[in-house]
């Protein structure tokens, strides 16, 4: 499916190809947010807005006991969230760290070590014991082959691999995977040679990069509620201050 060969593997020119197609073989780095900007967002959600409002409504009438207590609930919420959005953006960095710099492939028929973001699907890539995997790789041989997977599985024990084909329409979890390798794990003992069938976000590990990196998170039954009863609330309060100045 990948048109590529296990003796000489990809030759520079399909490489070429390949890498203007699919792009490098690295995490996408969303756009980096100021912790002011992060701290700001927190206040535009129609409830929280309502709060402010009434605190600032509070200081004017001198209810400043009322002004105070709503001013602390909502930069503890604010706090509370840029602290949460920040530990996703160092996890990705994280993630990030754990990409090989360097990888030993097979094309032309010679062995040479390039940068691993210039990986594309297709190129075979030679493991020794200490490597740590630069891509998504279907094995194809293994002398002994042992690899730590743990940062995507959390199984604390190597996992020990082989170039078999698991025949098997099921769904497969990542840990049985025995003839994979994957992006950010790491080879404790054996050699082995494998296909590079996913590069980039494309990996297992970009997929969790992804996650981390999206800007707008799903909101949760309760949160959606509270946006409805905000907007209820608020229309409320206007209907209310409508009459108060019409009397």
């Given at each position: 499916e990948l048109s590529t060969s296990l003796r000489s593997g990809l030759t520079t020119s399909e490489v070429k190809k390949r890498l203007e197609t699919v792009g490098p073989n690295q995490l996408k780095?969303?756009?980096?947010?100021?912790?002011?900007?992060?701290?700001?967002?927190?206040?535009k959600d129609v409830l929280i807005i309502i709060l402010l409002v009434s605190a600032i409504i509070s200081a004017f009438l001198r209810e400043v006991t009322d002004a105070i207590v709503i001013g602390i609930i909502l930069i503890l919420n604010a706090t509370l969230s840029v602290v949460q959005e920040y530990k996703a953006e160092k996890s990705l960095e994280a993630l990030k760290k754990m990409t090989a710099p360097e990888t030993l492939v097979l094309r032309e028929g010679k062995r040479k070590k390039i940068q691993s973001y210039q990986l594309v699907p297709g190129d075979i890539v030679l493991?020794?014991?200490?490597?740590?995997?630069?891509?998504?790789?279907?094995?194809?041989?293994?002398t002994e082959l042992s690899i730590q997977e743990a940062v995507l599985t959390g199984e604390s024990e190597p996992v020990e691999k082989n170039g078999q084909?698991?025949?098997?329409?099921?769904?497969?979890?990542?840990?049985?995977?025995?003839?994979m390798a994957y992006m950010g794990t790491s080879v404790i003992a054996g050699?082995?040679?494998?296909?590079?069938?996913?590069t980039g976000m494309d990996t297992e590990m970009g997929q969790i990069a992804g996650m981390l990196e999206e800007q707008k998170q799903e909101l949760t039954p309760l949160q959606k509620k509270l946006n409805q009863v905000g907007k209820k609330l608020g229309l409320l309060i206007l209907l209310?201050?409508?009459?108060?100045?019409?009397l």
């Amino acid at each position: 499916e990948l048109s590529t060969s296990l003796r000489s593997g990809l030759t520079t020119s399909e490489v070429k190809k390949r890498l203007e197609t699919v792009g490098p073989n690295q995490l996408k780095e969303g756009k980096k947010r100021s912790p002011l900007d992060m701290f700001l967002d927190q206040f535009k959600d129609v409830l929280i807005i309502i709060l402010l409002v009434s605190a600032i409504i509070s200081a004017f009438l001198r209810e400043v006991t009322d002004a105070i207590v709503i001013g602390i609930i909502l930069i503890l919420n604010a706090t509370l969230s840029v602290v949460q959005e920040y530990k996703a953006e160092k996890s990705l960095e994280a993630l990030k760290k754990m990409t090989a710099p360097e990888t030993l492939v097979l094309r032309e028929g010679k062995r040479k070590k390039i940068q691993s973001y210039q990986l594309v699907p297709g190129d075979i890539v030679l493991l020794e014991s200490g490597d740590r995997i630069p891509a998504d790789l279907r094995l194809v041989e293994v002398t002994e082959l042992s690899i730590q997977e743990a940062v995507l599985t959390g199984e604390s024990e190597p996992v020990e691999k082989n170039g078999q084909v698991i025949d098997t329409l099921e769904e497969i979890s990542l840990g049985d995977r025995l003839n994979m390798a994957y992006m950010g794990t790491s080879v404790i003992a054996g050699r082995g040679k494998g296909i590079v069938v996913a590069t980039g976000m494309d990996t297992e590990m970009g997929q969790i990069a992804g996650m981390l990196e999206e800007q707008k998170q799903e909101l949760t039954p309760l949160q959606k509620k509270l946006n409805q009863v905000g907007k209820k609330l608020g229309l409320l309060i206007l209907l209310i201050v409508a009459v108060v100045v019409v009397l």
